[in-house]
C-alpha cells in the first residue's frame, strides 16, 4: 500500500521539527513570564526569544508583534471598532468584521480607493494570487504569504499584519498581530496586561517557542530556494494537466500567485467529488479554504472573481510544501486524471 501524499498546505503545514524541539524544551521551563523571580524571567527569556525570531522573519523589525491564539484573533484585534471596508476574497476571519465593498477583478485584484479605511490580504488561501498592497493600508492579512514568500513588513505598506504559526509548520493554536509602532490597538481580552497590554492573558509559552523557531526555520528554508524548488513541482504539476488536453482552468494563472498554490477549475466536475475521490486514492487536498471547505457552497472567492455559481463549485485547491517531492506530484498528476477520465466515460462530458 502506497503512503498517503499531503498536499494541503495552506490548510496547515506539518509541524517542524525544529518547532518540536523548541516546544519539548519549553515544557521544561515552569515560570510565569510575568513573575519578576529567576523561573519567571526565564518564560519570559523565552517569550522574547521568539517575538524577535518572528519579527525577524516577517521584516518587522522595530514593530510590535502581539502573540494571540491565532490568525482569527488577531483579525479581530486589528478590526473590532474600526469601519473597515474589505473585498469579498477575504478569509472569512476578516470577512465577518468588513463590508465586503472592495471590487475584485477577474484576475482577482483588489482595488482599494481608501486604504487607511481597508483590510486587504496579502495573499490569497484558495487561488495564491498575490495583492500589491496600497502605503497606508489598515490591515493585511499575510497569513498565507508568510513563509513563502520574501517579506518585509516594514515596507509593505500596511499598518497591520495577521499571521499564524501553523501555516509555515508552527503548532496550532498560536499566531500573531504584527503593528506598526504607535498604532492605536485597544486591548479586546483585558486583565492582567500581558503582550504590551493588548492581550490579556498568561502566554502560551510552549506554542510561542514553537511559533519562534518555526518563523526562524521558514525564513532560512525560503532564503536558501526551498519555496523556488516548491514552485517548479507546482508549474510540473499543471503542465501535465494541460498536456492531457481537458478543459481544467488554473485560477490565477496569469498573476502573481504564491510559489505553492494551483487552484484547479475542471468545468462540470464538482470540486467537493474530486476531493473524495482522492483522499480515497490517498492525496489529501481541498476544495478552498479549511475554514469554509466542509461546508457545500461555491468558493466566494471564485465567484467575486466573475465565476458562476456552478462553476465556482468546481474547483479544487492543490498546495505543495518543502517536503513534497516531484514522484508525489506525477503520481497525483496521473491519478487525478485517471479519475478525470472516469467522469467523461459516466457523464458524457468532453
Request: glycine share 12%; hydrophobic share 45%; net charge neutral.
Amino acid at each position: 500500500m502506497k503512503r498517503r501524499v499531503y498536499l494541503d498546505y495552506n490548510a496547515t503545514a506539518p509541524l517542524r521539527a525544529e518547532a518540536r524541539e523548541a516546544m519539548i524544551a519549553a515544557m521544561d521551563v515552569m515560570g510565569n513570564p510575568s513573575s519578576v523571580h529567576s523561573e519567571g524571567r526565564a518564560a519570559k527569556g523565552l517569550v522574547e526569544r521568539a517575538r524577535a525570531q518572528v519579527a525577524a522573519a516577517m521584516g518587522a523589525d522595530g514593530a510590535d508583534v502581539i502573540f494571540t491564539s491565532g490568525a482569527t484573533e488577531a483579525a479581530a484585534l486589528a478590526c473590532a471598532g474600526r469601519a473597515l471596508s474589505g473585498a469579498a476574497v477575504e478569509h472569512e476571519a476578516v470577512a465577518a468584521w468588513t463590508d465586503g465593498a472592495l471590487e475584485v477583478s477577474r484576475e482577482g485584484m483588489v482595488h482599494a480607493p481608501d486604504p487607511a479605511q481597508s483590510a486587504v490580504q496579502l495573499a490569497n488561501s484558495e487561488t495564491g494570487i498575490v495583492q500589491s498592497l496600497p502605503d497606508g493600508l489598515a490591515v493585511s492579512d499575510m497569513t498565507q504569504a508568510f513563509g513563502k514568500l520574501p517579506l518585509a513588513f516594514n515596507w509593505s505598506g500596511a499598518q497591520m499584519a495577521l499571521i499564524s504559526a501553523h501555516k509555515l509548520g508552527g503548532p496550532k493554536g498560536i499566531g500573531a498581530l504584527v503593528v506598526r509602532r504607535g498604532t492605536d490597538v485597544p486591548a479586546q481580552i483585558k486583565g492582567g496586561g500581558q503582550e504590551m497590554g493588548r492581550r490579556s492573558g498568561t502566554e502560551n509559552i510552549i506554542g510561542i517557542a514553537g511559533f519562534g523557531a518555526a518563523a526562524e526555520a521558514a525564513a532560512r528554508d525560503l532564503a536558501d530556494g526551498a519555496m523556488a524548488r516548491v514552485e517548479k513541482l507546482r508549474n510540473i504539476l499543471e503542465k501535465t494537466i494541460a498536456a492531457a488536453g481537458n478543459k481544467t482552468i488554473f485560477v490565477g494563472k496569469g498573476s502573481a500567485r504564491l510559489p505553492n498554490t494551483s487552484c484547479m477549475l475542471t468545468p462540470g466536475w464538482k470540486g467537493e467529488t474530486q476531493v473524495m475521490a482522492m483522499d480515497l486514492a490517498g492525496f489529501a487536498v481541498s476544495a478552498g479554504s479549511a475554514c469554509s471547505s466542509g461546508k457545500v457552497r461555491a468558493s466566494a472567492v471564485l465567484r467575486a472573481m466573475g465565476h458562476g455559481e456552478d462553476e465556482a463549485a468546481c474547483a479544487i485547491r492543490v498546495s505543495l510544501g518543502p517536503q513534497t517531492t516531484e514522484e508525489e506530484v506525477a503520481r497525483f498528476a496521473e491519478v487525478w486524471l485517471a479519475h478525470l477520465d472516469k467522469h467523461r466515460a459516466r457523464t458524457g462530458a468532453l
